[in-house]
C-alpha cells in the first residue's frame, strides 16, 4: 500500500496513533508469517533470557507459549532488512520530526487462552526519549479484535504530560502508570492481518487478556529521531524495575 504520509501525519499529530489499513501484501505477510515461523522454531531456543518472553499460564497440555520476542533484527538479517524498508522510513522520517533511527524489532503476542493482560502505560517510561519524537509501528500478523486482545489506544492522551509509572508485576510488560487519568476516549484498534496501527511513544494504551481460541500476534517496529537523548534519571528508573522484574523471574 502506497502511504499518504501527510494525511498520515495529521491523524497521527492530532490522535497519537493512526491506522494503516493494508500496510502489507499477502505476499509480504505471507513471507514475514514465514520466516517468524523459521525464527521460533530456529533461533527463539538459542536466545538468552532478556530476549523471550514466555505466557506466565500454561496450556492444558502443559506447553507455553510465546509472548515477546525482542531485537530480532540483532538475529535475523531478514527483520533487520525488512524493519528498514524505504516506505517505513519515509513515514518515520515524518512522524520522528527528522532523520529515522530504527531502535527495535519485537513481537507482542497474545497467545489463544492465555495471552495476558497489559495495563495501561506509555511507551516511553521505557524508552526515556527527550524529545519524545518515537513511534511504534504496530503489523497485525493475525486479526486482532477486541475478543482476542486487541491495543484500546486513548486518543489524544500524546498531548499530555508523560504519566508517571511503577512496576506492573507483568513480565514482557514491566511498567504501568501509577495513575490512569479519568475520561479517556479509548478506541479498539481492531485490524486485519497486514493492516498496522503507528502510536505515538506518549499515548495511553493497554489491552486485555486473550481467552478467546484465536491468537493474536503483532510485529512491532519502532523508530526515533536521531535528535532524540535519553533522559538519564529516567532511564535509571526504568533500569532498576527491569533488572527487578529479570531477576525475580529467573528464580
Known sequence: MA????????????????KLSGLLSSADLDELNERLAAYERDVAPTLPAVDIVWEKDALPDGSR?????????????????????????ELAAA???GDPVRMGVETFSKP?????IVPHHQDNAYFTLVPPDCFSLWIALDASTVENGCVWYARGS?????LPHEPSGVLGNSMQASSVPGGLDEVPAELSPGD????????????????SAKS?????????GAHCRHDVAAAARYAAIRDAM???AAT
Open 3 to 18: 502511504i499518504d504520509i501527510d494525511a498520515a501525519k495529521r491523524q497521527y499529530e492530532s490522535d497519537g496513533f493512526v
Open 65 to 89: 507459549r510465546i509472548r515477546n520476542l525482542w531485537r530480532l533484527h540483532e538475529y535475523s538479517e531478514f527483520f533487520d532488512r525488512f524493519s528498514q524498508r524505504r516506505d517505513f522510513l
Open 95 to 97: 512522524l520522528v520530526n
Open 112 to 116: 489463544a487462552l492465555v495471552g495476558s
Open 158 to 162: 500524546h498531548l499530555t504530560p508523560g
Open 196 to 211: 498496522a496501527i503507528a502510536h505515538h511513544c506518549e499515548t495511553i494504551h493497554r489491552s486485555e487478556p486473550n481467552r
Open 216 to 224: 493474536r500476534r503483532g510485529l512491532v517496529i519502532v523508530y526515533k
Open 246 to 248: 529479570l531477576a525475580s
